[in-house]
């Protein structure tokens, strides 16, 4: 076996991406920035019990482990950001009033979350914490996508869905924890003969509307139509009423600025920590969501302050596949010259107006091919000029 091959999954960033992928994030970390999101960088590792704070388990999984040598305690590499930037929010800003972050940095997981996806992502997002308002939804969403617009992702397809409309049915039938969890599991993966099996348990438990209701959630997806079917068929719980105007709500203003909008009411992913409205945002040629987010205004409790809260974060090595990157830009050519004021002086200028001068060492004049330069400076009467190669 070659020692220099890498993990599966796992894989190096070239010259040309990663410069690439380096010029977005800036770009998307600056217009978070003038937003008013602040920058904040947690550490890749951390204590488990901090990492799965609020997230009702569904990193536990994802989450590579190892023994802390000091202290004993079992230590995880983050896979997720969020629950980082919850507990700074809620332990070490410790703010009362609308605390705005970003942040961008890899997370490692044990397993891809798809067949084309790395165990590396490089994410990157911004959280909104101590705003319950729909106002705060929308502020995010918006920043997403602008944040994929500055990506490169022309063609976006924004699907919104509300996790209160399942809740609102269990809630108002009284179902059980644990049936509960069986019935997300199914929707969750689409059984649709294994809902319809738990919905037979439902037989004496609730009545005939909320089971039918329960069946109908698959099929709620697609254009604005599915909000006035699900008025029609659903039961009139309050939290799903408010669910629905509020996607309502949110998807006039958000309508214009993608290229296709539509609703899933059985999008239930993340369901153990999501409290409101979800979104995930699609690109030509992926099959895997570009950008997801949503409301979850109970994890910062774990921390000892309950803030409300709703973000989105998104992999910057996934995004860059879907963008042709330029090619790596060409440099100018100097030749080594010991102690050559002049010169010094004016690779300096060029420098510092974000030119590549690369300097050809002693030795290495038959390599110039290399070092990627197509002009070269020359001294033509005592002024340095630049030539083409």
Same mark, same amino acid.
């Given at each position: 076996?070659?020692?220099?091959?890498?993990?599966?999954?796992?894989?190096d960033?070239?010259?040309? #991406?990663?410069?690439? @992928?380096?010029?977005?994030?800036?770009?998307?970390?600056?217009?978070?920035?003038?937003?008013?999101?602040? /920058?904040?960088?947690?550490?890749?590792?951390?204590?488990?019990?901090?990492l799965?704070?609020?997230?009702?388990?569904?990193?536990?999984?994802?989450?590579?482990?190892?023994?802390?040598?000091?202290?004993?305690?079992?230590? %995880?590499?983050?896979?997720?950001?969020?629950?980082?930037?919850?507990?700074?929010?809620?332990?070490?800003?410790?703010?009362?009033?609308?605390?705005?972050?970003?942040?961008?940095?890899s997370?490692?997981?044990?397993?891809?979350?798809?067949?084309?996806?790395?165990? #590396?992502?490089?994410?990157?997002?911004?959280?909104?914490?101590?705003?319950?308002? /729909?106002?705060?939804?929308?502020?995010?969403q918006?920043?997403?996508l602008?944040?994929?617009?500055?990506?490169?992702?022309?063609?976006?397809?924004?699907?919104?869905?509300?996790?209160?409309?399942?809740?609102?049915?269990?809630?108002?039938a009284?179902?059980?924890?644990?049936? #509960?969890?069986?019935?997300?599991?199914?929707?969750?993966?689409?059984?649709?003969?294994?809902?319809?099996?738990?919905?037979?348990?439902?037989?004496?438990?609730?009545?005939?509307?909320?089971?039918?209701?329960?069946?109908?959630?698959?099929?709620l997806?697609?254009?604005?139509?599915?909000l006035?079917?699900?008025?029609?068929?659903?039961?009139?719980?309050?939290?799903?009423?408010? %669910?629905?105007?509020?996607?309502?709500?949110?998807a006039? #203003?958000?309508?214009?600025?993608?290229?296709?909008?539509?609703?899933?009411?059985a999008?239930?992913?993340?369901?153990?920590?999501?409290?409101g409205?979800?979104?995930?945002?699609?690109? =030509?040629?992926?099959?895997n969501?570009?950008?997801?987010?949503?409301?979850?205004?109970? @994890?910062? =409790? %774990?921390?000892?302050?309950?803030?409300?809260?709703?973000?989105?974060?998104?992999?910057?090595?996934?995004?860059?596949?879907?963008?042709?990157?330029?090619?790596?830009?060409?440099?100018?050519?100097?030749?080594?010259?010991?102690?050559?004021?002049?010169?010094?002086k004016? @690779?300096?200028?060029?420098?510092?107006?974000?030119?590549?001068?690369?300097?050809?060492?002693?030795?290495?004049?038959?390599?110039?091919d290399?070092?990627?330069?197509?002009?070269?400076?020359?001294?033509?009467?005592?002024?340095?000029? @630049?030539?083409?190669?």
């Amino acid at each position: 076996m070659r020692n220099w091959l890498l993990p599966e999954y796992i894989e190096d960033i070239l010259p040309a #991406e990663a410069l690439a @992928i380096e010029a977005t994030r800036r770009r998307v970390l600056d217009r978070m920035l003038v937003h008013g999101y602040q /920058l904040v960088e947690p550490p890749m590792l951390e204590y488990v019990e901090s990492l799965l704070s609020g997230s009702g388990g569904d990193l536990d999984l994802r989450m590579f482990k190892v023994v802390d040598q000091l202290s004993g305690r079992m230590m %995880a590499l983050r896979a997720d950001m969020t629950p980082q930037a919850a507990r700074i929010d809620a332990h070490l800003l410790n703010r009362n009033g609308v605390t705005r972050l970003c942040y961008a940095g890899s997370v490692l997981h044990t397993v891809p979350s798809g067949l084309t996806r790395t165990r #590396e992502p490089l994410q990157i997002g911004a959280e909104l914490y101590g705003h319950v308002g /729909l106002e705060s939804d929308l502020e995010i969403q918006q920043l997403m996508l602008q944040s994929l617009s500055i990506a490169g992702i022309t063609q976006i397809h924004l699907d919104l869905g509300h996790v209160a409309v399942f809740r609102g049915l269990v809630k108002g039938a009284g179902i059980s924890n644990e049936l #509960e969890t069986q019935l997300f599991c199914a929707l969750q993966s689409k059984d649709i003969s294994g809902l319809r099996d738990l919905c037979d348990q439902l037989d004496k438990i609730t009545d005939k509307k909320v089971r039918h209701a329960l069946m109908l959630l698959p099929e709620l997806y697609g254009d604005k139509k599915i909000l006035e079917d699900a008025r029609k068929l659903l039961p009139d719980f309050p939290e799903i009423q408010t %669910a629905l105007n509020e996607l309502e709500s949110v998807a006039s #203003e958000l309508s214009p600025l993608v290229d296709t909008l539509s609703f899933d009411l059985a999008d239930l992913r993340g369901y153990q920590y999501h409290t409101g409205m979800v979104f995930a945002a699609y690109a =030509k040629g992926c099959p895997n969501a570009v950008a997801l987010g949503g409301r979850y205004d109970e @994890i910062g =409790k %774990a921390f000892g302050r309950s803030r409300p809260a709703t973000g989105f974060s998104m992999d910057l090595r996934e995004l860059s596949g879907l963008v042709k990157p330029a090619p790596y830009p060409k440099g100018v050519l100097a030749s080594y010259k010991k102690s050559d004021k002049s010169l010094d002086k004016e @690779i300096e200028r060029l420098r510092s107006e974000g030119q590549i001068v690369v300097i050809n060492l002693p030795g290495h004049q038959n390599d110039q091919d290399a070092l990627g330069c197509d002009r070269q400076l020359v001294m033509d009467q005592g002024v340095w000029k @630049i030539e083409k190669i």
